[in-house]
């Protein structure tokens, strides 16, 4: 679980608040479904879907506990 919580991408919450990742620049291309609750993850165009937002707080909690320098 290491590697999730390190290098490029970001966290998302989805409407419903379930956390996904966006890997490469973690800006959103494609559009998928929740797997926890079918809701409209990701986006496109660099534009997240209606509903979804970065989860920056799990970022800041979580990253710097599993950096690797």
Do not use: K
């Not at 999730?4 to 998928?32: N, R």
């Not at 079918?38 to 990253?63: D, I, L, P, Y």
């Amino acid at each position: 679980m290491q590697q999730e919580f390190v290098g490029t991408g970001h966290w998302y919450h989805c409407p419903s608040g379930h956390l996904y990742t966006i890997g490469e620049c973690g800006m959103a291309m494609e559009q998928s479904t929740c797997p926890q609750c079918g809701a409209v993850v990701g986006g496109g165009q660099h534009q997240s879907a209606q509903g979804n937002a970065h989860a920056a707080e799990f970022e800041r909690t979580f990253a710097s506990q599993f950096r690797i320098d």
